[in-house]
């Protein structure tokens, strides 16, 4: 196979030389580049074929192989540092190596240690065969820790191993660094015996491999003194040998001397941004351990409000963990993000002061210093964990109070009492809570699976109302509504265990759901009033409170239960936390633009070109942005070329002048923003960005949207203008058939397979073969069945007394046990095998005990057996219980008297002349029963109470063994499904390290971050900007980003946030954490570019006229819309009708709003437009619901006239509005039909998902104008649109805007 394809299955198991046929040509993957691209060096170092690699490598593979001299070291960190693309080396090849060299039982790591660990080391070893060359041994082994193939491999086992040798060897590491490096400088070069290396390669592979190991190592800068130094000094040596190789002549004798003078500052430019990102870091991890809490005063000017604000938060500061003067509020209270457990705690759900919320305002106090990346991300990842945990805190403290004080909520005591269900607190003052209970808790099983790990199986009532209906069916068709918001896959949920006994002992686990709607719809058929559900908890203690549970432990076993459920995704967001609590600011690109100025401008700072473009002569081809063959080059580093540029693309291309300059400020920019009223090519503009990337070779491009409709409308039209077909779609399954064969799952289905592919089936079948074990563990436990060889070891370690009565009975028994072997008993059991069964089952009081029998039918086979003596049976249970039914339908005298005909003439073979008297005393262990050795003179009962105790002893010294077990396999089953993880990642990095563009959502980036740093992509545009969470962003952020285009616009919907505290809406805190203001937003609002879209080419102009003259004065509407033909039935195309009907609802007894007037309004429009004969096919009419009430009461009004069409979700919307409201519908909520679509928009107050259609609503001003005419513009121009106008909206605009006539 490798003479012929160029790879060998066997990978470095194989010990045979590798020489390449003929005809072997290997594919060498077009690898995305990251930020020490262009750095360069020299080729000497490791310039081994991967055929000479695996025979380099071959002889050191033996378990027992040693150094036998420093020669064989050369060898081995020569074949190793020769591991790299331009050597033909692919990431398959890659990551075969580094699966075996980074595995701790194979004797490459070993090698690895040795030469990190070896003594002497010298850069002027020559031929020595006992000193170690510094450029020959170290410098290469640093090379391969810090290769592409090393640092962005999901292998993170190996890497994380490898990476664990320099934390052992750090003190030898810091030494020979120290002592080299020094020495190099002293002699103002790096060669040894004539070979070629450079400061380019040393700086690098010592830099990169630093950085690496304390971004993994994250208390390496504290925990090791001579690691702030050694990088001072590092960054000193570099500053001199950049300065030296510079001067004429050079005072530095290195390779780079030869290069061309704007290259070598091209070179020395990347290398400078690695050293520095090391310096920050260290500086960081140093600030954290000196830091005093004394905040330095800005000096910068602001004006009058921002000055009384920040004062205002200066006096009110109290800091995170010890920066607190108290002290931490909790146990999960600490300065580091890094130490924060994304899943409250116990103690902080119960903690009664407020949490620690940074605020989000530059020149804001902040435990960390200004204007640093640190500040900005620890400020995002506290105010999204708030977003996160805010609604399960509130309704906990709602939960907790109603168990320690029934009176505090007579309606939620009920429920917790009852069957649970929906529940919404009062305003009372305290933050208003919607969430659901479910009571009767019990635990089922414990498992784990591949996906999700551990989980409990737990069972719990259903609710009161239509999940507990008698017919199946209706159960199924609540659930299948509902389930689409409660209890989703993914969702946070709350164990609440309130302890029997103990006042006020409550405990709170929290978890995240891992079944399926499908299968809750399941349990709910089977199940008449209960549903079955699997949830991970997130604390060992849960796991093993509930091993204990299911043990039957009485004091784990005993209290009330209850499953606390509130309306948010947990796995929509702990992704983004993931990423922000685990990124190293200092190495998040673009920081000079994003972390938040001082003063809070960016005016002041200039654009810079995207690092790909900064290079010496890099120049790139406009032509694909003409529609006929034209030649435009630009050079983004000449501005008279640019300009040049501008006026060529302005005048000829297919972009408008607006879209030209947006297009080009985007292309000589690090920083873009593209913003766009409705209709006028933001995405347009987008795809002609990525057209000009691909064609010019910039890639990977990673693509971003907020929702996946919009990442397919964009992806759809690269493939229509055949951009380029390399794109790969990753997240959940694509609607656009177009675009559904690019999905990872479809592009893994037609790869042939790699040595991952095997090496990561292997730790599949290691999974399954732990779940089995699992399995058989929980199922052992579950049964609560004692083996009998187990109970007889126990009798015979603890009880030999017992033991040896138990193993020496009676001659008469024995003789009846030996009987009895191999045969049944009259109901077919097989006879006792031991005399411990025997005992426990009473074979030998049953014997003597007249039996209860019933008089007949045995007649028959007492006369066949007379007949045929060979029938006898020799078995003196079955002739015992014969004899005695001999007499058929005799007296039960005569039945007696058979029985003891049959028992006397057993015992008079012991020379007995009577049957043995059957005890009956009765006592208890606490009687004495345990000190009495005779067991087999202990009546049933007592042997029952006897065993029962020994079972219950059994189970106990039991539960610690398998509590041991439960914790092996569920470590090994954590080890083995993060290895492959690990492994199913660097598949699917083999596929997208070949497509030139990755989308994803916002969500799907955060799942992936790994897989993404490990992808490298180089530019990374997002869609929907405006509607994106900075914190989103932020954490997309992957080191290797060189440009950042953001598309959207700001003027329009923010972001959707689940906690009001939080937005910008908020009149008490929305100017301290303005957590939904987008970044695009915050950055335009600074001062930085942003490029503006201006001729429209979607709304009719009477429509375009109402944000004309509000928001975008500068738009133009392009001739295409000037031929919309107007709206029948109506004298105007818009129109706004005024009342002054009250609103009905809205109370603290009522959840949501409704307008009867309006209801009655709409019903008779819809009914007139119905009535011109143009507006019949479904989705020509929709109605805008700004509350869930009035959906509802707009949807019963059509019921008898037309059919509507409601979607899923807000179909399980209405169910919660309608449980709320204790109503109970007469239809089904999700009507199917064709005339008319009924969509509610955002409930006030009540935001609990991020579906597009919450943002249709009248509110907000200006803002929400335009967002309605955004989400309108796609429908048919000439649908009819009715607004219903409000009067703030009617006073923000002026009465002089609507004298205007809307026609």
Same mark, same amino acid.
């Given at each position: ?34 930020? !020490? ?41 020569? +074949? ?20 075996? #060299? ?9 090698? #690895? ?54 934390? /052992? ?35 690098? *592979? ?39 190789? @510079? ?55 602001? $004006? ?37 457990? !994304? ?44 977003? %996160? ?13 109603? =168990? ?18 929906? *529940? ?5 003052? &305290? ?18 699976? !591949? ?12 609710? +009161? ?102 309306? !948010? ?65 630009? *050079? ?5 070329? #640019? ?88 997240? @959940? ?10 999905? %990872? ?46 109970? $007889? ?60 029998? /019933? ?64 005890? @009956? ?52 089953? @954590?080890?083995?499904? +993060? ?49 994106? %969470? ?31 505290? =939080? ?38 102009? &009477? ?29 105007? $195309? ?69 059919? /509507? ?99």
């Amino acid at each position: 196979d490798y003479y012929d394809t160029g790879k060998c299955d066997r990978g470095f198991e194989c010990r045979h030389k590798h020489v390449p046929g003929s005809q072997v040509t290997l594919s060498v993957a077009d690898l995305g580049r990251t930020q !020490i691209e262009g750095i360069g060096g020299s080729t000497e170092l490791g310039s081994l074929r991967p055929n000479e690699i695996h025979n380099a490598l071959k002889r050191f593979n033996w378990p027992d192989f040693k150094f036998r001299s420093t020669l064989d070291m050369y060898t081995f960190a020569a +074949a190793l540092s020769s591991a790299k693309e331009e050597n033909g080396y692919d990431l398959s090849d890659a990551n075969t190596l580094l699966n075996v #060299v980074g595995d701790p039982g194979q004797n490459y790591f070993l090698l #690895v240690d040795a030469i990190l660990r070896y003594n002497p080391v010298s850069i002027a070893a020559g031929r020595s065969k006992t000193e170690l060359s510094f450029q020959r041994g170290y410098i290469p082994i640093l090379s391969y820790l810090s290769s592409e193939y090393v640092i962005h491999s999901t292998l993170h086992q190996s890497v994380n191993a490898l990476y664990g040798l320099l934390e /052992t060897n750090f003190d030898r590491l810091v030494s020979v660094l120290d002592t080299c490096l020094e020495g190099s400088m002293k002699t103002k070069t790096f060669r040894e015996a004539g070979r070629e290396l450079g400061g380019l390669d040393v700086f690098k *592979y010592v830099t990169i491999c630093l950085t690496e190991y304390a971004e993994r190592y994250k208390r390496a800068v504290p925990s090791h003194p001579a690691f702030a130094p050694l990088v001072r000094k590092l960054f000193d040596w570099f500053t001199q040998w950049s300065i030296a190789i @510079s001067t004429i002549p050079p005072g530095f004798e290195d390779p780079i001397c030869v290069m061309k003078p704007e290259e070598r500052r091209f070179r020395i430019s990347r290398l400078e941004r690695l050293v520095t990102s090391l310096m920050n870091l260290v500086d960081q991890a140093e600030g954290f351990t000196n830091r005093i809490r004394e905040r330095g005063k800005s000096s910068k000017t602001a $004006d009058a409000h921002r000055v009384a604000l920040l004062s205002a938060l200066e006096s009110n500061y109290e800091g995170p963990g010890q920066y607190r003067p108290q002290g931490p509020r909790h146990d999960n209270d600490f300065e580091e993000i890094i130490d924060i457990w !994304i899943a409250p705690t116990h103690d902080e759900l119960c903690c009664t002061l407020p949490p620690y919320l940074p605020a989000n305002v530059p020149g804001g106090p902040h435990h960390l210093p200004a204007n640093s990346m640190a500040k900005l991300v620890d400020i995002q990842f506290r105010l999204l964990r708030e977003e %996160l945990i805010a609604p399960i805190r509130t309704s906990l403290g709602h939960v907790i109070e109603a =168990l320690r004080n029934p009176a505090h909520s007579a309606s939620l005591t009920k429920l917790l009492a009852g069957e649970g269900g929906l *529940y919404k607190s009062t305003n009372d003052g &305290t933050e208003s809570a919607v969430f659901s209970v479910y009571t009767g808790v019990e635990f089922e099983n414990l498992g784990c699976d !591949i996906r999700s790990g551990l989980r409990s199986e737990i069972l719990f009532n259903a609710p +009161a109302g239509r999940a507990r209906q008698a017919r199946a069916s209706a159960r199924v068709a609540y659930w299948e509504s509902v389930g689409r918001k409660r209890l989703m896959e993914g969702g946070l949920v709350a164990l609440v265990w309130k302890s029997s006994g103990v006042e006020g002992d409550v405990r709170i686990y929290l978890g995240v759901i891992t079944s399926f709607t499908d299968e809750l719809v399941k349990s709910s058929e089977e199940l008449d009033d209960r549903v079955r559900l699997r949830v991970s908890f997130f604390e060992p203690e849960a796991d093993m409170r509930i091993l204990a549970s299911l043990q039957g432990r009485s004091a784990a076993a005993d209290g009330k239960r209850y499953l606390v459920e509130a309306p !948010i995704m947990f796995e929509s967001i702990r992704p983004f936390l993931e990423a922000l609590k685990n990124a190293n600011p200092s190495s998040i690109p673009l920081a000079r633009y994003l972390a938040h100025p001082e003063n809070g401008t960016l005016q002041g700072v200039d654009l810079q070109l995207p690092t790909y473009a900064s290079a010496p002569d890099y120049s790139m081809d406009l032509g694909s942005l003409f529609n006929e063959p034209t030649d435009l080059i630009l *050079y983004p580093s000449d501005q008279s070329s #640019v300009e040049r540029a501008r006026a060529t693309l302005r005048a000829g291309s297919r972009l408008d002048p607006s879209q030209a300059d947006a297009v080009l400020n985007t292309l000589v920019s690090e920083v873009s923003m593209i913003q766009g009223p409705p209709g006028t090519g933001k995405s347009f503009c987008g795809t002609e960005i990525l057209q000009v990337l691909i064609a010019n070779k910039v890639r990977p491009i990673l693509l971003i949207a907020f929702t996946n409709h919009a990442l397919d409308n964009i992806l759809a039209q690269v493939l229509e203008k055949k951009i380029t077909d390399k794109i790969a779609r990753l997240g @959940s399954p694509s609607k656009h058939d177009d675009i559904k064969k690019y999905s %990872l799952k479809e592009l893994l289905k037609m790869d042939p397979g790699t040595g991952m592919a095997r090496a990561a089936s292997v730790e599949h079948w290691k999974l399954k073969d732990i779940q089995e074990r699992m399995a058989a563990l929980m199922n052992k436990i579950i049964k609560r069945e004692v083996p009998l060889d187990e109970m $007889d070891s126990h009798i015979t370690r603890h009880y030999p007394s017992h033991a040896g009565e138990l193993k020496n009975p009676p001659f008469w028994i024995e003789k009846l046990f030996d009987d009895s072997l191999g045969w049944e008993n009259t109901d077919g059991r097989p006879t006792a095998t031991t005399l411990l069964q025997f005992w426990i089952e009473c074979s030998d009081l049953a014997f003597i005990t007249p039996p209860a029998l /019933t008089p007949g039918k045995l007649d028959d086979q007492r006369r066949n057996e007379g007949k045929n003596p060979k029938h006898r049976s020799q078995n003196r249970f079955v002739d015992l219980e014969k004899s005695s039914q001999k007499a058929g339908s005799s007296p039960q005298d005569v039945q007696r008297d058979l029985w003891r005909e049959g028992a006397l003439r057993f015992f008079a073979e012991f020379g007995w002349d009577d049957v043995p008297e059957k005890p @009956s005393t009765v006592r208890l262990i606490s009687d004495g029963l345990l000190e009495d050795q005779a067991v087999w003179k202990m009546s049933r009962a007592e042997r029952k109470c006897l065993y029962d105790f020994w079972v219950n002893e059994v189970r106990e010294m039991s539960y610690e063994k398998d509590a041991a077990a439960f914790e092996l396999l569920k470590t090994r089953h @954590s080890e083995t499904q +993060a290895k492959h993880e690990g492994l199913e990642n660097e598949i699917k990095l083999e596929i997208l390290k070949k497509r030139d563009i990755i989308g994803c959502t916002t969500n799907g980036a955060a799942k992936l971050t790994t897989l993404l740093k490990s992808l490298a992509p180089k530019v990374l545009l997002v869609e929907e900007a405006g509607q994106v %969470l900075e914190a989103h962003i932020l954490a997309s952020l992957v080191p290797s980003i060189e440009q950042l285009i953001l598309v959207g616009d700001p003027l329009q919907l923010r972001p959707t946030l689940a906690n009001f505290n =939080l937005s910008m809406e908020n009149k008490r805190t929305g100017q301290i954490y303005r957590f939904d203001q987008s970044l695009m937003e915050r950055l335009s609002e600074m001062g930085l570019r942003m490029s503006r879209l201006d001729v429209q080419r979607r709304m009719r102009p &009477t429509i375009s006229h109402l944000i004309r003259s509000t928001l975008y004065p500068d738009l133009e509407d392009h001739s295409l819309v000037q031929q919309y033909p107007h709206v029948r039935g109506v004298a105007k $195309d818009v129109f706004f009708l005024d009342h002054r009907h009250a609103e009905e609802g809205g109370g603290d007894e009522s959840v949501s709003k409704s307008n009867t007037f309006e209801v009655l309004m709409i019903k008779d429009l819809v009914m007139h437009f119905l009535r011109q004969g143009v507006y019949s096919r479904s989705g020509d009419i929709v109605v805008l619901c700004a509350y869930l009430g009035q959906l509802q009461k707009i949807r019963l009004a059509l019921a008898k006239e037309v059919t /509507t069409v409601i979607d899923d979700r807000d179909a399980a919307q209405l169910i919660d509005h309608e449980e709320q409201e204790g109503q109970v519908p007469t239809t089904d909520p999700v009507l199917q039909g064709h005339d008319c679509d009924i969509v509610p928009g955002e409930e006030l107050g009540n935001v609990s998902d991020h579906s597009p259609r919450r943002h249709w609503i009248l509110k907000g001003g200006y803002k929400a104008l335009a967002s309605i005419i955004e989400a309108l513009s796609p429908l048919p121009f000439n649908s009819p649109i009715i607004g219903l106008m409000l009067p703030y909206l009617a006073r923000d605009m002026g009465s002089t805007f609507w004298a205007t006539p809307m026609i």
